[in-house]
């Protein structure tokens, strides 16, 4: 089960090659280290920090990604709609996908599971991320890459919380769900 507090997720290896985000960790920020926050547990069970600079996204390095997915809760609608819009055009483009989109989608998962406040938006993005941009997957289909295949790996382990959220009390996040396992 995957799950974020302020940014930071455990990811394990799922034993088939891709990565599971398994527990919560309590985030503690260092000066000048900002967006380390999410971290791997190797087979030794040391936790490594992974550094958000070394993942990618359709732009660059995501290290704006875990703040900009905090962001999608705020009440802020300026605030939210630059994180939405952003993470948007960041996390995936049409038919691909990036190192960064795996991480993404199980910080995303959890804001819809928290029940944060805007999670539907979330919700959408996840769809979006999750199918690529789903109608050009759709209509230039290709071979499934790395990153897809964690993309993919990372929502199957979160595939019980998104069919709960079917029955959540959101019905903006009950119309994306079905969207995100489709």
């Known amino acids: 089960e995957a799950v974020q507090a302020k940014g930071v997720c455990i990811l394990s290896d799922d034993g088939k090659g891709g990565r599971a985000a398994v527990r919560k960790r309590k985030e503690t ?10 971290a791997t547990k190797n087979a ?31 009440r802020n609608q300026d605030t939210l709609d630059l994180a939405f819009a952003t993470l948007e055009e960041t ?6 996908w990036f190192s960064a989109s795996a991480p993404a989608v199980a910080l995303l998962c959890d804001a819809i599971e928290r029940g944060t406040a805007n999670r539907h938006h979330a919700a959408w993005l996840l769809a979006d991320v999750v199918a ?16 897809a295949h964690r993309v993919h790996a990372t929502l199957a382990e979160r595939a019980a ?10 019905p903006r996040v009950r119309s994306a769900v079905p969207m995100v396992l489709a």
């Not at 996390?91 to 691909?96: D, E, N, Q, S, V």
């Open 91 to 96: 996390l995936h483009a049409p038919g691909k």
């Open 132 to 147: 690529g941009q789903h109608l050009h997957a759709i209509e230039h289909p290709s071979k499934p890459t790395a990153d």
């Open 44 to 74: 030794s069970a040391k936790i490594t920090p992974i550094d958000w600079k070394k993942l990618r996204h359709a732009q660059g390095p995501a290290t704006r990604v875990p703040k900009q997915i905090s962001d999608l809760a705020s």
């Open 29 to 38: 920020r260092r000066p000048g280290r900002q967006n380390e926050g999410m």
């Open 161 to 170: 919380a998104m069919i709960a959220a079917l029955a959540g009390d959101d």
